[in-house]
């Protein structure tokens, strides 16, 4: 959760939500992958979580800003809407 962009970090909403997704569903999901898909090259579970959590920052990288692009409300607003 360190690693979330300041702007969505300020919506309580959306880290109280991401972070209660990865407590109800890390564990679970780990264990699915476990038992239901076959790996190439074994991982453990803290391998999986940091993959997840990878994943997670490529698609908040769009909620960065720069000098160049600003994010606006409504795109907060629209996240929001995407993780209920």
Not at 19 to 45: H, M, S
Not at 53 to 72: G, N, P, T
Request: proline share 4%; with cysteine; aromatic share 8%.
């Amino acid at each position: 959760m360190n690693t979330i962009p300041e702007k969505v970090k300020a919506n309580q909403y959306i880290v109280n939500t991401l972070q209660k997704l990865f407590d109800d569903w890390l564990e679970d999901g780990a264990y699915f992958v476990r038992k239901n898909c076959p790996e190439i090259v074994k991982t453990v579970a803290n391998n999986l979580a940091m993959s997840l959590m990878r994943l997670l920052d490529c698609f908040m990288a769009d909620y960065i800003e720069s000098e160049a692009k600003k994010v606006l409300p409504d795109h907060i607003d629209s996240l929001a809407g995407m993780i209920k």
